[in-house]
């Protein structure tokens, strides 16, 4: 698929848009026509998208609201090769050239959505400190390339929800690998190259996911809670010693100050933002591994994943005044200076992904639909991303079309919200893909006075398969 855009040359951003919307065409296969007008009212519509059924009123959706609802339940899409159209564009790099990478899941909360299939508990955050919540919905894994620099623009390579049955370790693993392969045949990484940088966030199990992708050209960086412990290398074993030879070493309780030894590397720097950052990095840290959670299948001795572990402290953060340090572990056994700098602008970068979400939710309605199925929800989820790659392929080509109120901005800092305020502008110097609705009538609809009687399942909400959280309870599950 990478050899359909591979000789689009990027100084063209007008041709590279026309061949991605031609492979995003090409993408759709039932009803190809509605779900590609449905994605160009998504992004010629003024406005934020409060409603799904105010599209159909959008000039460029030329069929009614009837078939843009039958285009999402009954329509086919197929990811698989969308993702080669989304990882054969131009990929946004750090400044050193280096691939970034961020994972991160974001929720479409529908608590009250009882007879739709595939919810979870998605872990949500209320109003106050420490107000977690768990609200039922549909949580989506997505991977985004990060660009340098203060932005609000990202690049979404790939989207999963994860379903009931599922390992989210295990999934976002195999998503990582799938994303990697992909910017590796499409040309964007070759040997020699700096490895692939993933940073992600305290709720991923980034020493099972650093074991998983071993095989990979992938560096993973992600922040770590403030009360975990880490174990230094063990002592050689010297002759003449009694017992077995230790597997670990001194523990490092990152809440404890009294056990951190002395930092291998230790730097400051100074933001824009944040003031004086005092950096320290201390080499060849692992967690100690236990035969719970994703590690119970594991056969044989658990693996020593030894890192460089980071201990950033800023001067001050907005709305705090004594802001806690920020622990970072990344797969690197040691990690220079260098490294350790990429290690944690990158990691501070992941918040751009953020932006993107709120894009996503608050401008394009992203979860604004009230789907009952889940993959017509999957289907919707695409076409979306497929609009914000859109947008950001059109940032050389937008005007800055600012309200009077507005500062005016360069076109390289254009927001993807003013990018999309002249999109339609865009639209008309491209060529038209879709073909023209044909001639119907209305069917005849239910008869008067009848009700329907076919009532829809209702469905329970979490995981469907109770997961062993101990080796006794998986030996004995197996029989």
């Given at each position: 698929?990478?050899s ?6 990027a ?14 065409y090409e993408?759709l ?13 998504l992004?010629?519509?003024?406005g ?6 105010e ?33 054969a564009?131009p ?10 990478l ?20 998605c872990?949500?955050?209320g109003?106050?400190?420490s ?8 949580p989506?894994?997505?991977v985004?390339?990060l660009e340098?620099?203060?932005?609000s623009?990202?690049?979404?390579l790939?989207?999963?929800?994860l ?28 040997s ?5 940088t ?7 199990d ?8 071993a ?27 009694n ?5 670990h ?17 230790t730097t400051?720097?100074s ?34 994943l030894?890192g ?10 907005p ?6 340090p920020?622990?970072l ?5 040691e990690?220079?200076?260098g490294?350790?700098?990429v ?23 992203w979860?604004?639909?009230k ?10 989820t ?7 790659t ?10 800055d ?5 507005e ?42 006075g ?30």
């Amino acid at each position: 698929m990478s050899s359909v855009f591979a000789h689009v040359s990027a100084v063209d951003p007008l041709g590279m848009l026309a061949r991605f919307r031609q492979g995003f065409y090409e993408c759709l296969y039932v009803r190809e026509d509605a779900l590609f007008e449905l994605a160009d009212a998504l992004l010629c519509a003024q406005g934020p998208i409060k409603t799904l059924v105010e599209l159909s009123l959008v000039a460029e959706h030329r069929r009614g609201h009837g078939g843009m609802y039958a285009a999402l339940n009954e329509g086919d899409l197929e990811p698989e090769r969308l993702r080669w159209a989304l990882a054969a564009m131009p990929l946004p790099r750090a400044r050193n050239g280096r691939i970034v990478l961020a994972v991160d899941v974001s929720n479409w909360l529908r608590p009250d959505a009882a007879t739709s299939a595939d919810r979870l508990f998605c872990h949500t955050y209320g109003r106050g400190r420490s107000k977690d919540q768990f609200i039922p919905g549909w949580p989506y894994s997505f991977v985004a390339a990060l660009e340098s620099g203060p932005t609000s623009w990202t690049a979404p390579l790939d989207a999963i929800r994860l379903a009931p049955s599922e390992d989210a370790t295990g999934v976002t693993a195999a998503q990582l690998r799938a994303v990697v392969a992909k910017l590796i045949g499409a040309g964007h990484w070759s040997s020699g190259d700096p490895p692939v940088t993933v940073v992600a966030d305290a709720g991923y199990d980034v020493a099972r996911l650093a074991y998983l992708l071993a095989d990979l050209p992938v560096l993973m960086v992600a922040r770590v809670r403030s009360d975990r412990v880490y174990r230094r290398e063990a002592r050689a074993h010297q002759p003449g010693m009694n017992g077995r030879p230790a597997r670990h070493g001194a523990r490092v309780k990152l809440s404890v100050p009294a056990t951190w030894p002395e930092p291998d590397a230790t730097t400051s720097a100074s933001t824009t933002r944040y003031g004086e950052a005092d950096i320290k990095a201390w080499h060849r840290l692992h967690p100690t591994l236990t035969h719970r959670s994703g590690w119970l299948e594991h056969e044989g001795e658990l693996p020593i994943l030894p890192g460089t572990l980071i201990r950033l402290q800023v001067e001050h953060l907005p709305g705090s005044r004594d802001p806690d340090p920020v622990w970072l572990w990344c797969s690197a056994p040691e990690a220079d200076r260098g490294l350790v700098a990429v290690c944690w602008t990158m990691y501070l970068r992941r918040f751009d992904l953020e932006h993107t979400f709120r894009f996503l939710k608050q401008t394009l309605g992203w979860t604004r639909p009230k789907l009952r199925d889940s993959a017509a929800a999957d289907r919707w989820t695409w076409l979306v991303i497929a609009a914000h790659t859109q947008l950001r392929l059109a940032r050389p080509l937008a005007a800055d079309l600012r309200r009077p109120w507005e500062r005016p901005l360069p076109p390289a800092k254009l927001t993807p919200a003013r990018v999309r305020r002249g999109f339609r502008n865009i639209r008309a110097n491209l060529p038209e893909l879709a073909r023209a609705p044909k001639p119907c009538r209305p069917g005849p609809g239910r008869p008067a006075g009848s009700k329907n009687k076919i009532k829809a399942p209702v469905h329970d909400v979490g995981k469907t398969e109770k997961r062993a959280l101990t080796l006794e309870d998986h030996y004995a599950a197996l029989g």
